[in-house]
């Protein structure tokens, strides 16, 4: 039985909850946290959906454990959705993982999640655990894992010390401007979150992590699949990017390698930048760099 926390997202999704709710059933949290969004007004589909999706984990939860629920009866939208359920989460835990109903983990993403919560509990400088990477293959640093400005919420984990710096309104365009590393930060999301062009709470995140220079966890092997990318889906109504299928997916074995240092791992977030946001070209070094790595099998 696992004894971290989790909480997990759902809408109206009732297949991929089927799915992502069985990988958490074979691990048998001993604490879980529920939350379900509404159904959006006059939109009879997500009344059926909305329902089937709570039927489902109902007939999965199985186990005996401590499970608590947040269902709304009206559709708060993404954003607020999801920042208000893990305001609701980290009210009642410490540190804790996070699950949405699209993304998929493996059974190694639970103890990830677990060793390093509790290695770097008391770390304030490292603020999110990443499950998912991004990297296309290619493995950053001689450990399992590496430092990053980037927070990748396909699956992931962090604390209520953490979690207590976020705020869903925001401003400071300016202050990304100002910042040493400011190119790697895709300024027009959060132009979109301020304007209210795009409902979500994942820039905001990313937002104070990138302005606080907190160091966030990537693994360098990926643990989480994104199962979300259809025309249904809010954010991830397209095929699935090109990089996803690059990527290094598979388990760890236990116990991980440590970095004995901390510090930015400066070609992964500058990868980042360029396949993932697509702020920034490529570049003749960081090409250079891939190539080592391509040919040689080179940890940079």
């Known amino acids: 039985m696992l004894e971290t926390p989790i909480l997990y997202l759902a809408f109206n999704r009732p297949e991929d909850t089927a799915l992502t709710f069985s990988r958490i059933r074979e691990v048998k949290p001993k604490f879980l946290y529920i939350a379900c969004d509404g159904p959006r007004k006059n939109l009879e589909s997500d009344y059926i959906k909305c329902g089937q999706v709570i039927n489902i984990i109902n007939e999965l939860l199985d186990w005996h454990c401590e499970v608590k629920w947040l269902v709304r009866k009206e559709n708060l939208g993404c954003g607020k959705a999801v920042s208000k359920a893990i305001d609701w989460f980290f009210s009642q835990v410490e540190y804790g993982i996070i699950l949405e109903d699209d993304c998929l983990p493996n059974n190694s993403f639970f103890e ?25 293959g290619i493995w950053r640093g001689g450990y399992d ?8 919420i396909w699956g992931w984990a962090t604390w209520r010390r953490a979690w207590d710096s976020y705020r869903f309104n925001i401003d400071g365009i300016d202050k990304i401007s100002d910042h040493p590393n400011a190119h790697l930060f895709p300024v027009s999301n959060l132009s979109d979150v301020i304007d209210g062009t795009i409902d979500t709470w994942d820039t905001q995140w990313l937002f104070v992590n990138f302005l606080n220079n907190n160091l966030t966890i990537s693994p360098n092997i990926n643990m989480v699949e994104n199962i979300g990318f259809s025309e249904n889906a809010t954010h991830t109504n ?9 990527n290094r997916s598979g388990e760890y074995t236990f116990p991980l390698r440590h970095p004995v240092r901390f510090g930015f791992n400066q070609f992964a977030d500058l ?12 570049g003749f070094m960081l090409k250079i760099v891939n190539r080592l790595y391509k040919y040689f099998k080179i940890a940079i």
Do not use: E
Not at 239 to 246: E, T
Not at 271 to 281: E, G, L, T, W
């Open 112 to 136: 990830f999640c677990t060793d390093l919560l509790l290695r770097y509990r008391d770390n304030k400088r490292i603020t999110h655990i990443s499950g998912h990477n991004n990297q296309m």
């Open 145 to 152: 894992y590496y430092f990053s400005r980037v927070v990748n």
């Open 238 to 246: 397209f095929v699935a990017p090109g990089y996803l299928m690059k």
């Open 271 to 282: 990868h980042a930048a360029a396949y993932v946001f697509k702020i920034v070209r490529p």
